[in-house]
């Protein structure tokens, strides 16, 4: 199943963006799902996941509260609304499967695809 993450840019501190995921088909199997994020010379981050119903959603503690993960799986879409942001949250972002349900390891998660840039100026 291929992920393509959209609708990063450059925006100030304090804007909203809402990244978008779409599966290139319908993801076979009840998967949680994730974002995690990346900057130049880091590891990956675990920003947020969601479970198969949406009912049950986990963030990092940097963005808790500012952050909201969603999908639609009639749509095979995976949402993150990211409000309040802050140049820290620059980064590219990526939408992964998660393989085995409540992970935050990245070794855990596949489907990664290219990501989409955001960038937050001060």
């Known amino acids: 199943v291929q992920l393509q993450a959209s609708g990063g840019g450059l925006v100030q501190a304090g804007d909203s963006l809402r990244l978008s995921c779409a599966a290139s088909?319908?993801?076979?199997?009840?998967?949680?799902m994730g974002w995690f994020r990346q900057t130049p010379g880091n590891e990956r981050e675990f920003v947020a996941g969601v479970d198969y119903n949406g009912w049950h959603t986990r963030y990092a503690d940097s963005v808790k509260g500012r952050f909201t993960i969603s999908r639609d799986n009639a749509k095979n879409t995976v949402y993150l609304q990211m409000d309040n942001l802050k140049p820290d949250d620059t980064a590219v972002y990526y939408c992964v499967r998660d393989l085995v349900g409540g992970s935050t390891d990245e070794r855990l998660f596949d489907s990664w695809g290219q990501g989409t840039l955001v960038t937050v100026s001060s």
């Open positions: 088909r319908r993801i076979p199997g009840a998967y949680d």
